[in-house]
């Protein structure tokens, strides 16, 4: 079974810093999609980024990217520029391509990204 | 072009009891896919719903059964309430199988149950 894990439970960031948060995935796999969600206290779950495995080039929208590191199962997401608007939980996630199960996302448990003006 | 939606928002519920949720897909989307989201964890898939069947299934106990309508709605009923479906329950919908785009999952703002 696919496996997502994400270490660090809470980050925090000064506003207009840069942060990176880690997620490590395991999977037997070799297409496969990752994604990032922002989930605000709102509780709307909102995509963030992804990324297919296939695709080498890393990922970008705006002022997140994405650090994959396909043969480390590792999928990392930072953030630049951060406002005060960042602050959320951040969740990872997996999808796999094709076949059973690949409907589903797998998620981590999350870590809480707090903006410090 | 609304979102997904989901009812109610929040809703109080006894133990043993029975609930039923409910989900609208945003539009020109035909698949539904229902997570639980226990506190300080990260959802868990519970089943999809295409073409009014039930196509997959997480790791989730027979009290947890749905539906798909016509128009692409769904629900998600739960029977015999534990006080341990204590949860944010989230609705996603995307575009349906063997369509192509079908990665993005696009997720309401759930339902909040609570179970005493």
């Known amino acids: 079974a696919q496996t997502v894990t994400q270490s660090q439970p809470e980050m925090s960031v000064q506003e207009a810093e840069t942060v990176t948060l880690s997620c490590t995935y395991d999977?037997?796999?070799?297409?496969?999609?990752l994604f990032w969600y922002k989930q605000p206290p709102s509780r709307q779950m909102i995509l963030v980024i992804r990324q297919e495995a296939y695709k080498q080039q890393n990922a970008t929208e705006n002022r997140f990217s994405v650090n994959f590191q396909k043969a480390a199962k590792s999928f990392s997401l930072k953030i630049s520029d951060s406002q005060l608007g960042d602050a959320a939980m951040y969740f990872c996630?997996?999808?796999?391509?094709?076949?059973?199960?690949?409907?589903?996302?797998?998620f981590g448990k999350g870590t809480k990204l707090s903006v410090i003006p | 072009d609304a979102g997904v939606t989901q009812s109610p928002t929040h809703l109080i519920k006894t133990r043993g009891q029975q609930v039923t949720l409910r989900c609208s897909p945003k539009?020109?989307?035909?698949?539904v896919s229902w997570y639980q989201q226990a506190l300080g964890q990260g959802p868990q898939f519970i089943f999809q719903y295409y073409e009014e069947e039930e196509r997959q299934r997480g790791n989730f106990p027979d009290r947890f059964s749905g539906h798909q309508f016509p128009n692409y709605s769904s629900e998600l009923n739960v029977n015999a309430l534990l006080l341990g479906d204590s949860a944010l329950y989230l609705c996603?919908?995307?575009?349906?199988w063997g369509q192509g785009k079908t990665y993005e999952q696009y997720f309401g703002p759930g339902t909040r149950l609570t179970v005493t």
């Open positions: 996603a919908s995307s575009p349906g």
């Open positions: 539009s020109g989307h035909d698949t």
């Open positions: 999977t037997s796999e070799s297409d496969y999609y």
């Open positions: 996630a997996y999808r796999r391509s094709q076949g059973a199960g690949s409907y589903q996302l797998t």
